[in-house]
């Protein structure tokens, strides 16, 4: 996507399906009403906003307010009752996380979901979207095992560029189940980037992290958001929010309770009142 960052392959082959994005007016990610109840409890009740490109836009609310539901339903993992989600103005909604990551747009967890039983540089391996592998191996076309050579190589230097990328190269042969809690966060970064998204979703990503580790990764989001790449951040550290974040979504009871540049939503009542129980400055 941005010109410092390399391509997993030098034609960048989303697709012709792939959702690239435009100078169009489209914003990179559109919920409307979004709604998803489990049983009596509606975790998002007719939620609607957008984000805009080449931000970190925060997303925050108390516990139970909806906010990983919501992330779960705009990348696929949850199938909303209702409401739509778009990608640069293309309906994405239900679609399998997988179609979703192909368009450009990938999320981390909140609870990286490395392989311990693997080091480091496989568990970068196994992320990209380029698996042709055993397809083509067993394929008799001319050429498709050079090309699935030249494909794995390229995943390789991606792979060796994003570790670097991340300063955890070091730990590549390491088993990932001996990392770290924060070098699974960076490790889980470097993941998404596999893929080279234009949109991540980062579900507390410095839940866990040391404060000197926590100013790392802090650097290397404010560099790929300086790339062009658009955030959507989950954080229940409202500092950190506040000095990030260009905008700030608030959900309440699954609802958007307020939505606005930082100081305006560290300044309103309904914000203090429901959220925050008169904590914010
Ligand atoms: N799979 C599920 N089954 C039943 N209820 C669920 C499920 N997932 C979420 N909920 C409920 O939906 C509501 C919203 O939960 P959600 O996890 O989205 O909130 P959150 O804002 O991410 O909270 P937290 O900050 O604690 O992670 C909560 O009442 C929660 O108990």
């Not at 989303?14 to 709604?35: F, I, K, N, Q, W």
């Not at 998204?197 to 410095?206: G, H, K, S």
């Not at 926590?214 to 409202?238: A, C, M, N, P, W």
Request: charged share 25%; hydrophobic share 40%.
């Amino acid at each position: 996507m941005s010109s410092d960052m390399p391509t997993v392959t030098d034609e960048d082959d989303r697709g012709a399906s792939a959702v690239e994005p435009t100078a169009g007016d489209a914003p990179p990610l559109r919920v409307e009403h979004l709604r998803k109840t489990f049983g009596g409890i509606t975790a998002v009740d007719d939620t609607s906003f957008e984000i805009e490109q080449g931000k970190i836009t925060g997303l925050i609310g108390p516990n139970g307010a909806g906010k990983s539901t919501t992330f779960n339903l705009i990348t696929g993992f949850l199938s909303p009752d209702s409401g739509s989600v778009e990608l640069y103005g293309q309906d994405i909604t239900g679609m399998a996380p997988y179609n979703i990551a192909d368009r450009g747009m990938v999320r981390t967890f909140q609870i990286a979901r490395e392989l311990s039983e693997m080091t480091v540089l496989e568990n970068m391996m196994l992320a990209p979207k380029h698996q042709q592998g055993e397809a083509l191996w067993r394929s008799v076309a001319p050429g498709a095992r050079a090309q699935v050579q030249k494909d794995e190589q390229a995943v390789l230097e991606r792979a060796w560029e994003m570790l670097d990328f991340f300063d955890i190269d070091h730990l590549a042969e390491e088993y990932a189940g001996n990392l770290s809690g924060g070098q699974r966060k960076l490790l889980e970064m470097a993941r998404a980037l596999m893929t080279d998204p234009d949109i991540l979703l980062l579900d507390e990503p410095f839940a866990g992290v040391n404060p000197s580790l926590e100013e790392k990764l802090l650097e290397h989001i404010r560099e790929l958001r300086e790339q062009g790449y658009t955030f959507l951040l989950v954080e229940h550290d409202i500092d950190l929010i506040m000095e990030n974040c260009s905008r700030v979504l608030v959900l309440h009871q699954g609802k958007l309770l307020a939505e606005g540049p930082p100081e305006e939503i560290k300044n309103d009542e309904r914000v203090i009142e429901a959220y925050l129980g008169g904590e914010v400055e």
